[in-house]
């Protein structure tokens, strides 16, 4: 008797550590049709076999249709994981897959190059929500779906069999503040993590953090020489859908300067962008960014000051 085999739309790969943030963009995948690899699901049938020699045929065979890795701090210092990884590397390789592999970045890990070609291209988890990542996700499988003139179709993302073109428009769970809300918690928890770094430099930080505001202090021998402030404005105001931007040096009599950061979508990519425009830059034009290229922004803002503070 032939056993079945299991094809698969993507195979998830990630660290224990990350299993409660990876689970539900799995379940919406499947909610979306998709056949996903899921170590979770298929406990029965590992159940007394080497699961590191069935994982290998799974991320290093032609048993998945695309690798999608969850990098992180955990996962390039854990072997299992970092054995899936490689596995899918030499599948990539061998067959000349480039786009094999969909890495999704966790958190400020920086992945070495010789892991992660830093011209391919990743999404970072933080950017998503799970219901926008898994349509992402679906809408790349069914892009090779049509390629292959496959007779499926995903729930949600190809509306009918013609695969009829869909307005370039924001989904309607698309909420320009949430986006906001969400970015002014990620690019403040960066800066509790980086100001340390300043230490060794004479310059101590204070990072404050609320759910409408984010304050950082740069102190130099106990004196003050710049601050930050990202913030919402009252809900009185004219553009309550901003998150506004003070930057101030006390020792400059000119002060500081002002702007402010917008959530659009960006038809283009399919994805939520932020557009941070900076006045003190002598043109209105903003600069799209991420959460985590927002947050890189202003601390090159800072940077710059202290080098020329003295």
């Known amino acids: 008797m ?5 094809h698969y739309d993507i195979a998830v790969s990630f660290a224990g550590a990350q299993r409660a943030r990876v ?9 979306l049709g998709l056949q996903v690899f899921y170590d979770k699901d298929n406990t029965v049938e590992f159940w007394g076999r080497n699961f590191i020699t069935d994982m290998r045929a799974i991320y290093g065979g032609a048993r998945a249709r695309y690798f999608v890795p969850f990098l992180s701090k955990e996962y390039l210092a854990s072997a299992y994981p970092m054995d899936e990884f490689t596995t899918a590397m030499r599948r990539a390789i061998e067959v000349g897959e480039d786009n094999y592999i969909l890495p999704i970045v966790v ?8 892991l992660l070609n830093p011209a391919i291209g990743f999404l970072r988890l933080e950017d998503y ?7 992402i996700i679906a809408g790349r499988v069914r892009a090779a779906v049509e390629r292959h003139q496959e007779p499926r179709e995903i729930t949600g993302v190809v509306d009918t069999a013609f695969g009829v073109r869909l307005p370039r428009l924001a989904p309607a769970d698309f909420v320009p503040i949430e986006e906001l809300e969400t970015a ?5 928890s960066l800066f509790q993590h980086e100001t340390d770094q300043l230490a060794p430099f004479g310059v101590q930080c204070r990072v404050r953090q609320s759910d409408t505001a984010l304050d950082v202090r740069a102190y130099r021998q106990g004196q ?11 809900a009185s105001a004219m553009h309550n859908d901003q998150l506004l931007m003070t930057f101030q040096w006390p020792r400059i009599t000119s002060g500081g300067y002002n702007g402010w950061v917008t959530a659009e979508w ?15 830059r002598g043109t209105a034009t903003p600069v799209r960014a991420t959460a985590d290229e927002l947050f890189r922004l ?13």
């Open 184 to 188: 002014l918690t990620r690019v403040g």
């Open 107 to 114: 958190g400020s890990v920086e992945v070495p190059g010789e």
């Open 298 to 310: 202003l601390w090159e803002k800072i940077v710059d000051h202290l080098e020329h503070v003295r």
């Open 266 to 280: 960006d038809a283009d990519a399919g994805r939520p962008v932020l557009e941070y425009t900076d006045m003190a």
């Open 224 to 234: 003050q020489v710049c601050g930050l402030r990202l913030y919402f404005p009252d």
């Open 23 to 31: 689970e539900p963009i799995v379940r919406a995948c499947q909610a």
């Open 129 to 135: 929500p799970v219901d926008r990542l898994a349509q």
């Open 2 to 6: 032939t056993e079945s085999v299991q």
